[in-house]
């Protein structure tokens, strides 16, 4: 069956809680139900039916090495490899140890002849334990979670995260956040950029060799009034295209699937000759020097919200 048609059914399920009501106890515009994806049952294998098409358009073999970026309490890439008769190796990077746990089951349910394994260090350490090249690194919705996990403790990521189950609302914590971060350009810029340099190193590290992401309105976000989170995510996977095209390495293309109303990254790694070796060189420079000031910028706003706490 066609992802639309899928979308069709996932729209029709909802709502689920009430007319007026999301999962994540706030009051929301009806209009948001018919026009964006929904928290009914159905999204998540209509999401994979979406992501199965793309992996196949990249010829990608099911018993390929793939990463997958914070799954979270979700298996939405898990139903598409279900798809794809996914039975190579699956590396679920998620820090959060209830989510990983949970990710893991899922994902083997789901994919009993694949290698699901999970790492607990974020993109952020670099490290993952592979043994050998990596097909694609994917990551389903993930950017906007990345740019929070920078803002937050470890504990408050702890917290937020472990929180985040399917039909369980979003703790107003959140929202806060989400609204501080909104409200402060310079600390939002410098958490795009470390977004952005972070995961270029990751698929430098890691040896991958694409780079699939999505991003699309959420509804969860629309219904809380943080829409905006979206034109962050899209502002994000645009300067990461740029970034990824820079180091010389990697063919982009960003493009809008105006059907299912996402916009989707694949970076594909380009075979390597001297030229790329030498923007290899300055890239990691320039890394170095802007993962610098970004950590400064975010070490200042923490003092600053300490010290307004406290006054
Ligand atoms: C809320 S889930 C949602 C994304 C999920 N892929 C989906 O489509 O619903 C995001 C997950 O990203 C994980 N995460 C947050 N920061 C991360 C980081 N720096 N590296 C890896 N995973 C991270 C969180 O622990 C969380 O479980």
């Known amino acids: 069956m066609h992802g639309s048609r899928y979308l069709e059914m996932a729209r029709q399920d909802y709502p689920r809680h009430g007319p007026g009501t999301c999962s994540y106890s706030c009051t929301c515009d009806p209009a948001a139900q018919r026009i964006q994806h929904s928290s009914s049952d159905s999204w998540g294998p209509a999401l994979g039916h979406i992501w199965v098409q793309h992996l196949r358009k990249l010829h990608l073999e099911p018993d390929s090495t793939l990463v997958e970026i914070g799954p979270g309490f979700s298996a939405k890439i898990g139903f598409g490899l279900a798809e794809l008769g996914f039975c190579g190796a699956l590396f679920l990077v998620e820090p959060n140890g209830s989510a990983r746990r949970w ?25 993952l334990p592979t043994e050998g090249p990596v097909d694609a690194i994917i990551a389903n919705h993930v950017l906007d979670d990345l740019l929070m996990s920078y803002f937050i403790s470890a504990p408050e990521n702890d917290r937020i995260f472990g929180h985040m189950r399917p039909g369980v609302g979003c703790p107003e914590k959140f929202s806060e956040i989400w609204r501080e971060i909104l409200g402060a350009s310079r600390v939002l810029h410098e958490l795009v950029d470390r977004v952005v340099e972070d995961v270029v190193h990751y698929i430098d590290v890691v040896q991958s060799d694409r780079l699939i992401l999505n991003e699309y309105l959420s509804w969860h976000h629309r219904c809380c009034g943080l829409g905006r989170i979206h034109r962050v995510s899209l502002w994000t996977l645009g300067r990461l295209k740029q970034r990824l095209m820079a180091t010389g390495q990697f063919s982009t293309q960003l493009f809008w699937d105006s059907t299912e109303a996402m916009q989707w990254l694949v970076a594909e790694r380009l075979t390597m000759d001297s030229d790329n070796f030498s923007s290899k060189i300055i890239g990691s420079r320039c890394r170095r020097r802007s993962l610098r000031i970004a950590s400064r910028e975010i070490q200042l706003w923490h003092r600053t919200r300490a010290e307004h706490a406290l006054s």
Do not use: F, I, K, N
């Not at 349910?109 to 490290?127: F, W």
């Open 103 to 127: 990710a893991q089951r899922e994902y083997q349910r789901l994919l009993p002849a694949a290698q699901v394994r999970t790492s607990h260090r974020a993109v952020s350490d670099a490290d």
